[in-house]
């Protein structure tokens, strides 16, 4: 029982990051508990006492959970209705208040909303490939196994998906303090009723994506400054409770109604003017996210 219990604690030591890793490869968050439940399931039924880096083992144990779910994924996206329906990938929340800063790191170089979009063009191997390397310096010689070939062929399936990220044009967005800085700025106005205040911040290009759900028709666009503006003054009131919270590696917020989560935001930011804005507000996926929170009424 105690030998049990030691590989209980040990494993969740690993669990956060093993939950990243899921995320960022499969751009779902219950996928991601899901690959991370499996993988303790798999230590479980294996010989601990031959397992010399723990850690090292579970990524790579991860990382084909993930693997196979991907490739799951693509042969039956064409058969689902609710997968025609354009969704956002469940958000990585944390709370932003100031406590956790290995909480902040972690997640400062967490894939975006805009980049998961670009990585699910990729090719199973060629995802697991950039994410294993790219952002969580796995060895091309570790992560070869896993996708079935050479190590050079690996680092080739690397390459690829670098050169097609490169090629989005993707904006390097500003820093954090100055992200939370914009969107204090424009939750102010907003409840303020300062119209003029609220295009200030707003790239005239602006996109608001609001996921309502599948039943509900998925996400709904509002394109340009004064349409988003004039979306915030709708949607401000007194009763919505605004904290913010990191999401998915972006300055974003909670807003929480009669202690309960209401929404989730999250906001692009560049060169000082917010671009882009993901409202969650899937009960569904609301109510998964609540239950990697702490206690928010």
Do not use: C, K
């Not at 995320?23 to 968050?29: D, T």
């Not at 958000?91 to 990585?119: F, K, M, N, W, Y």
């Amino acid at each position: 029982m105690n030998d049990e219990r030691s590989l209980a604690e040990r494993f969740e030591e690993h669990r956060r990051h093993l939950h990243a890793v899921a995320y960022r490869v499969l751009g779902s968050a219950s996928d991601a508990e899901d690959a991370v439940q499996e993988a303790w399931l798999r230590l479980h039924r294996s010989d601990a006492a031959d397992i010399d880096n723990l850690g090292g083992w579970l990524t790579t144990v991860v990382g084909r959970i993930a693997l196979n779910t991907l490739r799951s994924r693509s042969t039956r996206r064409e058969d689902s209705l609710d997968e025609r329906i354009e969704r956002l990938p469940d958000p990585v929340v944390t709370l932003d208040d100031g406590s956790q800063p290995e909480d902040h790191a972690l997640l400062a170089d967490s894939v975006g909303l805009a980049l998961l979009a670009v990585l699910d063009q990729l090719s199973p191997a060629e995802r697991l490939a950039f994410v294993l390397h790219d952002l969580f310096a796995v060895p091309f010689e570790e992560i070869a196994p896993v996708v079935d070939r050479s190590a050079a062929a690996t680092r080739q399936l690397a390459s690829r998906a670098r050169r097609r990220i490169r090629g989005t044009g993707l904006s390097p967005t500003d820093s954090a303090a100055r992200q939370r800085e914009i969107v204090d700025a424009f939750f102010a106005a907003a409840h303020g009723g300062d119209f003029s205040r609220l295009v200030s911040v707003l790239d005239p290009d602006v996109v608001l994506r609001s996921d309502l759900g599948a039943l509900r028709g998925g996400v709904v666009e509002y394109d340009g400054a004064e349409t988003v503006a004039g979306n915030a003054l709708m949607f401000a009131s007194p009763e919505r409770v605004v904290r913010p919270a990191l999401v998915d590696g972006r300055a974003g917020v909670v807003i929480t109604v009669d202690g309960g989560l209401f929404s989730v935001m999250a906001f692009t930011v560049t060169r000082g003017r917010i671009v882009e804005i993901d409202v969650h507000a899937d009960p569904e996926q609301l109510a998964r996210v609540a239950t990697s929170l702490p206690a928010i009424g």
